[in-house]
Nanobody, 119 residues
Framework: VQLQASGGGLVQAGGSLRLSCAASGRILYISDMGWYRQAPGKQRESVATIHSGGITNYAGAVKGRFTVSRDNAKLSIDLQMNRLKPEDTGVYYC??????????????WGQGTEVTVSS
């Protein structure tokens, strides 16, 4: 199972970016999808997750500014990021967990897309 992320870039504080990530492969279903980020010198942290049923969870630092959504038919997840702050800078990774068509579960990461917010 592979995840392909896109949409990062450079933006001024207060601006917006939209990240997208699509899964491919012999996938039976995806249960949880999410976005994580890793700032320079810090550990990777959860930003937003969404279950196949639509239940979402956000990190406190992004709540009210970021919106996560998914398209189960397209096996994709998006992250709309508004009112960006310099502290949102980092490499953003998408993640998906589910089960393959031939049976085994999977947990996969995208390649990461860089977001830089200038002050």
């Amino acid at each position: 199972v592979q995840l392909q992320a896109s949409g990062g870039g450079l933006v001024q504080a207060g601006g917006s970016l939209r990240l997208s990530c699509a899964a491919s492969g012999r996938i039976l279903y995806i249960s949880d999808m999410g976005w994580y980020r890793q700032a320079p010198g810090k550990q990777r942290e959860s930003v937003a997750t969404i279950h196949s049923g639509g239940i979402t969870n956000y990190a406190g630092a992004v709540k009210g500014r970021f919106t996560v959504s998914r398209d189960n038919a397209k096996l994709s997840i998006d992250l709309q990021m508004n009112r960006l702050k310099p502290e949102d800078t980092g490499v953003y990774y998408c993640n998906a967990q589910g089960r393959r068509m031939d049976g085994p579960p999977f947990g996969s990461w995208g390649q990461g897309t860089e977001v830089t917010v200038s002050s």
